[in-house]
Every structure is written in C-alpha cells, then in structure tokens.
C-alpha cells in the first residue's frame, strides 16, 4: 500500500523554537507581484497559505521539514528561511 506524503509527515516529530526561522521579506510583493504563489504549493509541509482578507502569507514555522524548496521557489527570493537552533525543529529517525 502506498504511504501517502501526509502519512509520512505525521511520523515526524517537532521541536517548536521560540521564534520563527522563515519570514517574508516584502509582503506588497506577495500581493501584487505574485499571482501563482508558488511557495503554498511547493511547500510539502503546507507551511505557507495565502490569506486572502489579510493580502499576506501566512507562515506557520513549527510545520517546517527543513527540505530547502522555498529557498529556490520564490521568484523574487522575497522568503528568508534558515535552519532552526540547534535542538529544535524537526526530528528525523534513522535506521
Ligand atoms: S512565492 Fe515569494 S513572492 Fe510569491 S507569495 Fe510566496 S513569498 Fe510571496
Ligand atoms: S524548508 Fe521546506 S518544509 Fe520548510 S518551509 Fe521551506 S519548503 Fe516548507
């Protein structure tokens, strides 16, 4: 039987830190600039939604598998993700 992405993420643990490691640089941009908003659908993780009344993309970090796509996804490099501190985010299991 084949695992969906879904199924998978849910094998994964969490470390929530105190402060998030992804933000948006210029939000106008988002707005007006970008009507495919690649980043919502890229994202495996389904970190970044786009908020319709709001104009601006929510960003929720504690989701983050730290996968790196929306590094290379955002066509005006308008996201700033790096890594969580050392101890928090995601927990892979090996072996
Ligand atoms: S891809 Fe970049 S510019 Fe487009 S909505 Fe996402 S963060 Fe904003
Ligand atoms: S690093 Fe991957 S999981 Fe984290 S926000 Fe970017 S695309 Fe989503």
Sequence with gaps: MKETVEAKLG????????????????????ASQCPDKPCATVCPAKVYEWEEHSKKILVAYENCIECGACRMICPFQNIKCDWPNGGFGVQYQYG
């Design 11 to 30: 094998l994964l643990t969490y470390k929530k830190g105190p402060e998030t490691h992804i933000s948006i640089g210029d939000p106008n941009i988002c």
